[in-house]
C-alpha cells in the first residue's frame, strides 16, 4: 500500500480551511457584537426593565378645583376617599379571583368582569378601576386577603362634594367617568379609561382646567407584588379652583321661589353679563354621580318626562308668548309705525278668514297702554303692518334664534322663522296669516330664558347687550380663553341704536305692567319702592279648538313667562322665569318679583340703606280680672257681694274688646259691657255663689290682606 499517496488525498483544500476559519472568526465576532449589545448599550435599558419588574408605580390622583361663589363662598368642595385598583403585573390568572373580589367589595361579579373587559386592550401595567370610595369594611377585606389576591391595591384620592337637595346641580354639573364614546373624541384624545372627567355644566366645560395632572409614587415589591419599600413620588397638580359669578344668597332665593315647579330662572347683570343665579327643574342630586350612579337611578333620571338633566335655563326652545312683545314694540316704534297705530280691541282680529283672539275687549289700545295690556289684537295688526321678513330682521338682530354664547356645554338656539327659512325647510310660501301668530311670540316662534334675559335685558339697557358667563374671563389663562370663544360661537356683546324716545315709551310700558291698574297683566305684582318692570307671557301648547277636545290637564295648561328688570331703565338686574305648564302668566311675575326682592333687600343692606320696617300693628293683650258687686236680698234685710272673675283682650287704647265666634275685629265696649272669655263660679265667705258671665267666642285673628289679580293675564 502506498501511504504517501493515501495521505495526499485525505488532505484538506487550503481553500476550505480557509473558509472555514473565516466562518469561525465571524461567528465570534457576532456573539462579541451581540454581547457588546446586551452588556454596553442595551445595559439602561435592560436595567430599567429589571426594575419594573420590582419597581411599581402607584398613581396620586390630583384633586379637583373647587368652585367658589362671586363672594368666595365654597360652592364644590372634595371629600378624602379611597379607590380599589385591579393590578395586572402578577402573572397570575385573575379570572379565578373575580368571585372572591365581588363578593368582597360587594360588587355584582359580571358587571365586575364587563370592567376588566373594558380594559382587554390597554396596558397590562395600567391599573383597572373597580371599586370607588371604599368603605371601611371593604379596605379591610383588601388588608385581610393581602397574600391571596396581591392584585387587589387601593389609592387615596378625593371625591367631589356638591350642595345638598340638588343646589344649582344644572349650573354646576356632574363628574364621572370617561366613556368609550367620549375616547374617540378629539378633545378626550389625552384621557384613559377610568379618568373622572366632567359630564355637564361647569364640570364639563371647563374640565380641563379642573381636573388637574395626577402624579404617581415608586414603589418596591416582591415576587409576589406586595409593597416592601418605597423609592420616590411625583407630586400631583391640582385643579385650578375657579371663581364663579353666581352670588349664593340670589341662588337660594331662586331655588326657593321657583319651588318644585317645572322650568327656570335666569338672573343676570345686564351690564356684563355675569350669571347671579340660574335655576332649572326639577333638579338631579350631582353627588349620586361622584362615585358611581345606581343603574335604576339613571334610568329614572334618563325616563323622566319632565327631564331633570336637562338645563332648561339654556336648552328649554318654547314660544315665549307675549314677551315677544317687547321685540314687536321696538320694530314698530323704530320703523314709525307703532307711535300712529291706534286699534279698537273688540276681543281678536281675523283678516285672513281665521279669527285670532285676544284675552280680553280691551277696547281703544295704542303703543302707550299695549305693553300692560299685552294686546293681542294691537300686535296683530302691528305685525301685519311689519311683515315678516322685517320682524325676523330686528328679532335676528337681537338674537332671537342663535345662541348666546354662554360658557355652558349644549346650549340650544331657539328659532326666529321667515319667509326664507319656510322655503328652505318646508318648500312653501309664507302665507300673512302666519305672521300674527309671530306677532304675538307663537306660531314657530322658540327662545330660551337666557336668551329672553338677555335680549329683554339689553333692550331695557338702550340696546347694549351682552354674552352672557358664569365664569369671569379675567381669571382664565388667555390660550383658553381664546379658545373657549372659538368653539363657543353666539351673538356675544353688540350694541343696536334704539331712538332714545322709543326707549322711554317701551321702558314706560314695562314699568307699567306691574302697576296697578285695569288690564295690568302683572299689576298686583309690584314691589314698594323698587323701580321694577317686565313683561309677562303666556304660550298655548295647543289651539283653542284641540284644547277643547282633550280633557284639559295640566299637560294642556299654556307656558307661562316673566322677564323682569330692576330698575326699569338702565338695569342693573333682569330675572327671566319659565313655568311650564304654569297657566295663568302673574304666577312667574310673583317669582320673579320675589328674586327682584331678595336682590335688591341685599343691596340694601351691603350699603347699609335698609328700609325702615313698619311697625306691626299692635294686637290685643289678654287681661285677666276679678270684681265685685253688691247684692241685696229681696226686702234689703241682708246685703251679699257677688264675686266676677273673667279674661278680657285689651286694645291698644285701653279699650276692652269683647270677642266674638266670626268677627275678625270688636267694635270698643265700655267696662261693665265686656263679656268676659271664661268665669269660674266661685262662693264667698258668706256662702253665696258666684255669677260668672257667659262663656265668649275665641276671637279670630284677622285675615292677611292680599292682592288680588285685577285681570285675566296674558
Known amino acids: ?58 398613581p396620586v390622583l390630583a384633586p379637583r378645583g373647587k368652585l367658589f361663589d362671586r363672594e368666595n363662598r365654597l360652592v364644590v368642595d372634595n371629600y378624602p376617599s379611597v379607590s380599589c385598583f385591579l393590578v395586572r403585573e402578577q402573572n397570575r390568572n385573575v379570572d379565578a379571583d373575580l368571585p372572591l373580589i365581588a363578593k368582597g367589595l360587594h360588587l355584582d361579579l359580571d358587571q365586575l368582569r364587563a370592567t376588566l373587559h373594558r380594559y382587554r386592550t ?19 377585606f383588601i388588608e385581610a386577603h393581602r397574600n391571596e389576591l396581591p392584585e387587589l391595591e387601593t389609592i387615596e384620592g378625593e371625591r367631589r362634594l356638591y350642595p345638598r337637595d340638588g343646589f344649582a346641580s344644572a349650573l354646576i354639573g356632574y363628574v364621572g367617568e370617561v366613556s368609550e364614546e367620549d375616547l374617540n373624541q378629539t378633545r378626550y384624545a389625552a384621557y384613559e379609561p377610568g379618568d373622572v372627567v366632567g359630564k355637564a355644566g361647569i364640570e364639563e366645560m371647563y374640565d380641563q382646567l379642573l381636573r388637574g395632572q395626577d402624579g404617581s409614587r415608586d ?54 353679563g355675569d350669571i347671579l343665579a340660574m335655576v332649572s327643574r326639577p333638579s338631579f342630586d350631582p353627588n349620586a354621580f361622584a362615585v358611581k350612579i345606581d343603574r335604576a337611578e339613571w334610568n329614572k333620571l334618563i325616563t323622566d318626562p319632565d327631564h331633570p338633566l336637562m338645563n332648561k335655563a339654556i336648552q328649554a326652545q ?50 302707550h297702554n299695549a305693553i300692560p295690556y299685552s294686546c293681542d289684537t294691537y300686535y296683530y295688526q302691528l305685525g301685519d303692518k311689519l311683515g315678516i321678513d322685517r320682524i325676523s330682521k330686528y328679532a335676528t338682530e337681537f338674537g332671537y334664534g342663535q345662541k ?27 302665507y300673512p296669516d302666519e305672521t300674527l301668530d309671530v306677532s304675538i311670540g307663537q306660531g314657530a316662534v322658540e327662545a ?18 351682552v354674552r352672557p358667563h358664569v365664569v369671569s374671563p379675567d381669571q382664565l389663562p388667555a390660550d383658553f380663553r381664546r379658545d373657549l370663544y372659538e368653539n363657543l360661537p353666539g351673538s356675544g356683546d353688540v350694541n343696536i341704536p334704539i331712538d332714545p324716545d322709543n326707549w322711554v315709551t317701551i321702558t314706560d310700558g314695562m314699568y307699567q305692567v306691574t302697576q296697578p291698574g285695569l288690564y295690568h297683566t302683572a299689576g298686583a305684582d309690584g314691589l314698594a319702592g323698587i323701580d321694577f318692570g317686565g ?27 316673566f322677564v323682569g328688570v330692576t330698575p326699569t331703565r338702565n338695569p342693573e338686574l333682569v330675572v327671566a322665569v319659565l313655568w311650564q305648564n304654569g297657566g295663568f302668566s302673574y304666577y312667574p311675575a310673583r317669582i320673579g318679583a320675589r328674586v327682584v326682592a331678595a336682590y335688591i333687600e341685599k343691596q340694601r343692606r351691603l350699603e347699609h340703606n335698609l328700609q325702615p320696617q313698619k311697625a306691626p300693628a299692635p294686637r290685643p293683650v289678654e287681661v285677666s280680672a276679678m270684681w265685685t258687686t253688691p247684692n241685696t236680698t229681696p226686702g234689703g234685710s241682708e246685703t251679699t257681694t257677688k264675686l266676677h272673675a273673667g279674661k278680657f283682650m285689651v286694645g291698644p287704647n285701653g279699650v276692652i274688646q269683647p270677642g266674638s265666634q266670626n268677627s275678625q275685629s270688636a267694635k270698643p265696649a265700655r267696662p261693665d259691657q265686656a263679656t268676659p272669655q271664661s268665669a269660674k263660679k266661685q262662693t264667698t265667705k258668706t256662702g253665696t255663689p258666684v255669677q260668672g258671665g257667659p262663656e265668649s267666642a275665641k276671637l279670630s285673628s284677622p285675615a292677611l290682606p292680599g292682592k288680588a289679580a285685577s285681570v285675566k293675564p296674558q
Not at 414603589?219 to 418605597?230: L, Q, T
Request: with cysteine; hydrophobic share 40%.
Open 1 to 58: 500500500m502506498n501511504f504517501d499517496k493515501v495521505t495526499r488525498g485525505e488532505k484538506v483544500p487550503t481553500l476550505k480551511l480557509a473558509v472555514v476559519q473565516y466562518a469561525v472568526l465571524a461567528l465570534m465576532l457576532a456573539l462579541t457584537a451581540g454581547l457588546w449589545r446586551l452588556q454596553i448599550l442595551g445595559a439602561q435599558n435592560f436595567k430599567m426593565l429589571a426594575e419594573q419588574n420590582r419597581v411599581r408605580k402607584v
Open 122 to 140: 390597554s396596558p397590562g401595567y395600567q391599573p383597572i378601576p373597580i371599586k370607588e370610595d371604599v368603605s371601611a369594611d371593604e379596605q379591610a
Open 219 to 272: 414603589v418596591v415589591v416582591d415576587s409576589h407584588g406586595r409593597e416592601v419599600g418605597f423609592l420616590g413620588i411625583q407630586h400631583a397638580i391640582p385643579g385650578l379652583d375657579l371663581k364663579l359669578t353666581i352670588d349664593n344668597d340670589l341662588q337660594k332665593a331662586a331655588e326657593l321661589a321657583m319651588g318644585d315647579r317645572t322650568g327656570a330662572i335666569v338672573a343676570m347683570d345686564p351690564r356684563n
Open 318 to 367: 318654547l314660544a315665549p308668548g307675549s314677551t315677544f312683545k317687547i321685540l314687536m314694540s321696538v320694530a314698530g316704534l323704530q320703523e314709525g309705525i307703532a307711535q300712529n297705530l291706534k286699534v279698537n280691541c273688540t276681543g281678536g282680529w281675523g283678516p285672513y278668514g281665521f279669527f285670532h283672539h285676544c284675552d280680553e275687549k280691551h277696547g281703544a289700545v295704542d303703543i
Open 404 to 430: 348666546t354664547g354662554i360658557d355652558l356645554p349644549g346650549e340650544q338656539a331657539g328659532l326666529m322663522p321667515s319667509e326664507h327659512w319656510l322655503m328652505k325647510n318646508y318648500h312653501r310660501k309664507w
Open 448 to 465: 330660551t330664558p337666557i336668551q329672553l334675559a338677555r335680549i329683554i335685558g339689553g333692550i331695557a339697557s338702550g340696546g347694549h347687550l
Open 535 to 561: 313683561k309677562t307671557g303666556t304660550a298655548q301648547v295647543m289651539s283653542h279648538e284641540a284644547l277643547e277636545k282633550t280633557n284639559k290637564g295640566r299637560s294642556t295648561n299654556p307656558n307661562v313667562w
